[in-house]
């Protein structure tokens, strides 16, 4: 019998045939970096990160080697979330270990002669992951209490941020509590 931690309760389900789809949240990137932005511009999301005076330090020691061969635990999405003609870059960083994210970035491109990347955005929260949802940023981070396993958070926070004025600005919020499945230990009562 197959069982596994699923924060939402579905249980084991069966998803169909593997086709080139993106990575699921707290995935590995096995694409060797640099990656190329859908306009074929290159862009080493690594190399960006750490020279990145914000990122933090802890980060930073995470991208000092790949987790195999070359698969740096980075996933990176472009997409328009600042209004600016070129893609901004969404950068997600996780744990090889166990693929947990420990920070989550934009970069905007900066534009006139010097270009290169301006960091917008930076959440270095454990378990955070960014991406983007009808053309907002959103972020979601996994809620553990004092008990939870790393498999089995107990919620989710999830917020989503609208560029306005130069940077972004909180939009909507939610949170969500997991329903754990707990063992019947003959306390309950039957209907």
């Given at each position: 019998?197959?069982?596994?931690?699923?924060?939402?309760?579905?249980?084991?389900?069966?998803?169909?045939?593997?086709?080139?789809?993106?990575?699921?949240?707290?995935?590995?990137?096995?694409?060797?970096?640099?990656?190329?932005?859908?306009?074929?511009?290159?862009?080493?999301?690594?190399?960006?990160?750490?020279?990145?005076?914000?990122?933090?330090?802890?980060?930073?020691?995470?991208?000092?080697?790949p987790?195999?061969?070359?698969?740096?635990?980075?996933?990176?999405?472009y997409?328009?979330?600042?209004?600016?003609?070129?893609?901004?870059?969404?950068?997600?960083?996780?744990?090889c270990?166990?693929?947990?994210?420990?920070?989550?970035?934009?970069?905007?491109?900066?534009?006139?002669?010097?270009?290169?990347?301006?960091?917008?955005?930076?959440?270095?929260?454990?378990?955070?992951?960014?991406?983007?949802?009808k053309?907002?940023?959103?972020?979601?981070?996994?809620?553990?209490?004092?008990?939870?396993?790393?498999?089995?958070?107990?919620?989710?926070?999830?917020?989503?941020?609208?560029?306005?004025?130069?940077?972004?600005?909180?939009?909507?919020?939610?949170?969500?509590?997991?329903?754990?499945?707990?063992?019947?230990d003959?306390?309950?009562?039957?209907?």
């Open positions: 019998m197959l069982a596994g931690c699923n924060p939402g309760g579905e249980g084991v389900r069966s998803e169909g045939s593997a086709g080139p789809t993106p990575a699921p949240k707290g995935a590995v990137n096995t694409t060797p970096t640099p990656t190329s932005t859908p306009r074929g511009q290159k862009v080493n999301a690594v190399q960006l990160l750490r020279g990145d005076p914000k990122v933090g330090a802890y980060v930073k020691k995470t991208l000092y080697k987790c195999a061969a070359d698969a740096y635990p980075v996933e990176v999405t997409a328009s979330l600042t209004g600016n003609s070129s893609p901004d870059i969404i950068v997600n960083v996780m744990t270990a166990d693929s947990v994210g420990i920070g989550s970035y934009v970069y905007r491109k900066r534009s006139g002669a010097q270009g290169g990347y301006d960091e917008v955005y930076g959440n270095e929260e454990p378990s955070v992951y960014a991406g983007i949802n053309g907002e940023l959103e972020v979601s981070r996994q809620t553990y209490a004092a008990r939870d396993k790393l498999c089995c958070p107990s919620g989710e926070d999830v917020i989503s941020y609208r560029w306005k004025g130069g940077h972004f600005i909180q939009h909507t919020s939610s949170h969500t509590d997991y329903n754990k499945a707990t063992p019947d003959g306390t309950a009562s039957e209907g």
